[in-house]
């Protein structure tokens, strides 16, 4: 008798280790998952995003009382990241963490100001683009070396780790997530606007 309560008891311990389990993958799962991910339509609308937009615009504000000439506020507002929850669990700036917003895929810990503010200063508009060239003069007049200025450009700004694995670079992953909607969203991932302002280029050993 004892010896079949234990078997019992074993096969209801396996049961419910097999319960657990699921759960806990369910749970993983319905964080990578496009099918899970909320509507997200603007920055906006994203949990953190007026802290985090008020921060962005304090570094703009910088930049535009010296009329456009402390680039040393541009650069703070240009490698400014932000931490917003954009997969819909209200946790901020998670690695491996992804969303949907205004139907472009984006990895939560690579975002910066320049995706969730507008900072224009007379003709300068701190875009994607815009900011690395004002990075790129900027370390310069600090008489930083042509390299040297890349190597801090480049380990500054990133579009993110949202891949599966322990590592996550651009030129060996495409930050496209885990189930990623090929036929929904064809062509794009996290990596887009990294590669629009041409830093894909300006970063090759990234």
């Not at 009329?67 to 491996?96: F, H, M, W």
């Not at 990596?191 to 280029?201: D, G, I, L, Q, V």
Request: net charge negative; hydrophobic share 35%; proline share 6%.
């Amino acid at each position: 008798m004892p010896k079949g309560i234990n078997a019992l008891e074993l096969i209801f311990a396996m049961f419910i280790l097999i319960v657990v389990a699921f759960v806990v993958i369910r749970l993983f799962t319905g964080v990578v998952s496009p099918s899970t991910l909320p509507n997200i339509q603007d920055f906006k609308d994203t949990y953190g995003y007026a802290q985090e937009k008020q921060k962005c615009e304090n570094l703009c504000d910088r930049f535009k009382t010296s009329n456009c000439q402390d680039y040393s506020a541009a650069a703070s507002y240009c490698l400014q990241k932000v931490a917003i929850s954009i997969d819909g669990n209200s946790v901020t700036a998670e690695p491996r963490h992804y969303g949907m917003v205004a139907g472009l895929p984006y990895c939560e810990d690579g975002l910066y100001c320049f995706h969730i503010s507008d900072c224009t200063c007379g003709a300068q508009v701190l875009d994607t683009k815009r900011c690395k060239y004002i990075l790129m003069d900027y370390y310069k007049t600090l008489g930083l070396s042509d390299e040297e200025v890349k190597e801090v450009i480049c380990s500054h700004i990133s579009p993110g780790s949202c891949c599966p694995g322990d590592t996550c670079s651009p030129k060996a992953w495409p930050i496209k997530p885990k189930d990623f909607n090929e036929t929904a969203y064809p062509n794009i991932n996290a990596t887009f606007w990294w590669k629009n302002a041409e830093y894909e280029t300006y970063c090759p050993g990234v």
